[in-house]
């Protein structure tokens, strides 16, 4: 996931080649974050209670496509 992550950053809009570059490395970072289940769970946790919006949207050569908006409200600190 950190070197999808690094080519993401590493991408100039200036090249002709950049959104291709870019669409191959958020395919290679949610391909690496689809393989462990554990991932998914520990970015959820990170956005718990902090009003984040998850969106996943799932396709591949294999399956139809599943999307799901997971809508994290923050939470009223006790006082």
């Given amino acids: 996931m950190q070197k999808a992550l690094r080519k993401m950053a590493s991408v100039d809009g200036s090249s002709s080649d950049s959104r291709e570059t870019l669409a191959k490395a958020y395919a290679d970072f949610g391909e690496a974050m689809s393989k462990n289940p554990f991932t998914i ?8 209670g902090r009003g984040a919006d998850v969106y996943f949207s799932i396709e591949t ?15 009223k600190r006790r006082r």
């Fill in 61 to 75: 050569t294999r399956t139809k496509k599943h999307e799901a908006i997971l809508r994290w409200i923050p939470m």
């Fill in 41 to 48: 769970q520990t970015i959820l946790n990170m956005t718990l």
